[in-house]
């Protein structure tokens, strides 16, 4: 698609409950990030993808956190027992492979607010 | 580790005025650096970017900013701000990919809320 596309845009979870977030990159970038961003807060790295590769999740703040990217394409953020903590905006972001250069492109996000 | 550092929460500018927001690195080398726009509600769009060159680089929307390896910063300026400037200003940096660092991911500051006054 033209853009980094993210679904839902909205998301209310009942503590506990399981979550899964979408993310469908630019067509043909190998690169694909996710970002957690919390209220106030800027972006901070959760996981990295190159194609279906998972080469850092060093960002991810638990075991609860969990990413794929089967395919290489479209990629999947799913929590498990959600927590008040998880709150925040999580981000999808995209690039060739010199992203490092050309930076970044980032979806509008997904707002996961956990009552 | 590298580090951003954004030293205005907030900024509030007058419409016409100019404009300048702060960012300094912390990062043994000189990294990729960045400014993203983050309006309410939307994703991060990318302003500019440094990864060598001319230190004064030239952005959309009319920004501009100027990489000063002395002081480890990357200042972002607009000479005449306009009332669909506000938003949330951030600052990134990212490591090329020769350092050995980790991840190809960025590190963000923690963001910079312009305001403007009519």
């Known amino acids: 698609g033209a853009g980094v596309s993210q679904s839902p845009r909205y998301k209310v979870a009942k503590r506990g409950q399981d979550v899964a977030l979408r993310c469908d990159p630019i067509?043909?970038?190998?690169?694909l990030f996710w970002y957690q961003q919390a209220l106030g807060q800027g972006p901070e790295f959760l996981t990295y993808?190159?194609?279906?590769?998972?080469?850092?999740k060093s960002g991810l703040p638990s075991d609860r956190f969990f990413a794929e990217r089967p395919e290489g394409s479209v990629s999947t953020l799913k929590i498990q027992r959600t927590q008040q903590e998880d709150s925040a905006v999580y981000l999808c972001?995209?690039?060739?492979?010199?992203?490092?250069?050309?930076?970044?492109?980032f979806g509008s996000g997904t707002r996961l607010t956990v009552v | 580790a590298q580090s951003v550092t954004q030293p205005d929460i907030h900024i509030t500018v007058s419409e016409g005025a100019s404009l300048e927001l702060r960012c300094n690195y912390s990062?043994?080398?000189?990294?990729?650096l960045f400014w993203y726009v983050q309006s309410p509600g939307q994703g991060l769009q990318l302003l500019l970017k440094?990864?060598?060159?001319?230190?004064l680089v030239q952005g959309i929307k009319g920004f501009e900013a100027e990489f000063k390896r002395s002081q480890s910063s990357f200042n972002l300026r607009k000479p005449s701000v306009h009332w669909s400037d506000a938003a949330e200003y951030f600052c990134?940096?990212?490591?090329?990919?020769?350092?050995?660092?980790?991840?190809?991911?960025?590190?963000f500051g923690k963001g910079t809320h312009l305001i403007i006054q009519p």
């Open positions: 440094y990864f060598s060159g001319d230190t």
């Open positions: 990062y043994g080398a000189t990294p990729y």
């Open positions: 067509s043909g970038h190998v690169s």
């Open positions: 990134a940096v990212g490591l090329p990919r020769d350092s050995g660092g980790g991840a190809d991911g960025l590190t």
């Open positions: 972001a995209s690039s060739s492979y010199r992203g490092q250069v050309e930076g970044y492109t």
């Open positions: 993808f190159q194609n279906e590769a998972q080469l850092d």
